[in-house]
């Protein structure tokens, strides 16, 4: 594999210690203590990560708790303290070409299996993991190609299993495409992904009652399997445009005609989060996913019913609002579709000033993410 050595790679793992369960030491009682140390072989580096995150069983939930448990990356003008533990503890994902960019968040176990690999330079001090090599995203994104291969094939991440064969664009300071990354591989480093998520709904004729399709997803998915989604929802590959994505996914996914959600589907905007993974995502937890996801409405008739097409979803329910906020208080949706959900609720007034933490519920549908987006 060009630029990168496979055995280099191998033959690193055996002595890389196990993520504590501690975390990060506060960098004013000891930063030194929270630091990996240079590989050599009279010093075994310590990866300590941020304690892994459970999920947050408490039922009912409240709506603030819903966007807490999907937006669940500290804020610094809440809790200052907290917000630079993890951001001292992290390695700062860079490129040559912007030195003093940061692209993505990485654990330290994940940057601990950079070290000493061709085109890549962890450095300690400065907190970064640098990919060197490569003039343009072209060239970026064949050595990333081949050290997530590489990844894969040792079978150290566990993330890695769910491999899509999908690319995920990760952009610059100017919007520049730096390069693309496999899908399964984008939490290892903690880049910003896209997607479209979109709610499809009928209204009765008689009453103007509301009934939005539910979908559940499969219990064989490795990611919050058995839990319920958007109607349609799916990532947007490198080259792909938001609305081209979206009816793709909505024939995959749903079976709905493509002349009709071109025709009727509403593009509403966009919600953005920075979420912390747990165990229902499926691989290692506690891995960074900040995300974008592009939102449309969809008024369908009551004769386009949407069907499975795919091994992704078990079956659609037609649930009144009510009904959907129940499950949504009982914590059966995926977290970010319930972000989603409660963007439609505001924008349709099921959800208005007169709830508890309206305005902050709001401004937590659209995080300004810290890193450089599309």
């Not at 793992?13 to 630091?35: C, I, K, M, Y």
């Not at 709506?63 to 807490?68: A, E, F, P």
């Not at 450095?123 to 081949?146: F, M, P, Y």
């Not at 009652?209 to 319920?228: F, N, S, V």
Request: charged share 25%; aromatic share 10%; glycine share 6%.
């Amino acid at each position: 594999m060009n630029n990168f050595s496979f055995a280099n790679l191998t033959n690193m793992l055996p002595s890389l210690t196990s993520p504590t369960n501690e975390d990060p030491v506060p960098p004013e009682q000891g930063a030194e203590e929270s630091r990996v140390e240079p590989h050599d072989a009279e010093s075994e580096p310590q990866a300590i990560d941020p304690r892994p995150l459970t999920p947050d069983n408490q039922k009912p939930k409240s709506n603030i708790q819903l966007i807490n448990e999907c937006d669940n990356f500290p804020y610094f003008h809440n809790d200052a303290r907290r917000y630079m533990q993890h951001v001292n503890t992290y390695y700062h994902l860079q490129v040559a070409a912007y030195p003093d960019v940061t692209l993505g968040y990485v654990l330290p176990s994940v940057a601990e299996i950079f070290r000493g690999v061709p085109a890549w330079e962890l450095n300690d001090d400065d907190r970064t993991l640098t990919l060197v090599h490569g003039k343009d995203q072209a060239e970026r994104s064949a050595i990333v190609a081949s050290t997530c291969s590489a990844l894969r094939e040792t079978g150290h991440f566990t993330i890695l299993k769910g491999w899509r064969n999908e690319l995920y664009p990760v952009y610059g300071p100017k919007k520049d495409l730096l390069f693309s990354v496999e899908r399964a591989a984008s939490a290892l480093l903690g880049v910003v992904t896209y997607g479209c998520h979109m709610t499809a709904y009928v209204r009765s004729e008689e009453t103007d009652e509301i009934k939005i399709w539910t979908p559940r997803r499969a219990k064989t998915k490795q990611t919050y399997g058995g839990m319920l989604d958007n109607t349609v929802a799916g990532g947007i590959a490198t080259g792909e445009d938001a609305f081209e994505g979206l009816v793709r996914e909505a024939a995959e996914e749903a079976s709905l005609p493509e002349d009709i959600v071109r025709k009727n589907v509403t593009a509403t905007g966009v919600v953005s989060y920075f979420h912390i993974r747990d165990s229902r995502a499926g691989g290692e937890t506690g891995l960074l996913q900040p995300e974008v996801q592009y939102i449309y409405d969809l008024e369908l008739p009551e004769d386009v019913i949407p069907k499975p097409s795919d091994d992704e979803v078990e079956e659609f329910y037609l649930l009144t609002v009510d009904e959907v906020k129940e499950k949504l208080r009982d914590g059966e949706f995926k977290p970010n579709c319930a972000v989603v959900l409660l963007d439609f609720f505001v924008r349709h007034g099921f959800l208005t000033a007169r709830e508890d933490d309206y305005i902050q519920i709001v401004a937590r549908l659209h995080r300004l993410l810290e890193f450089p987006t599309k």
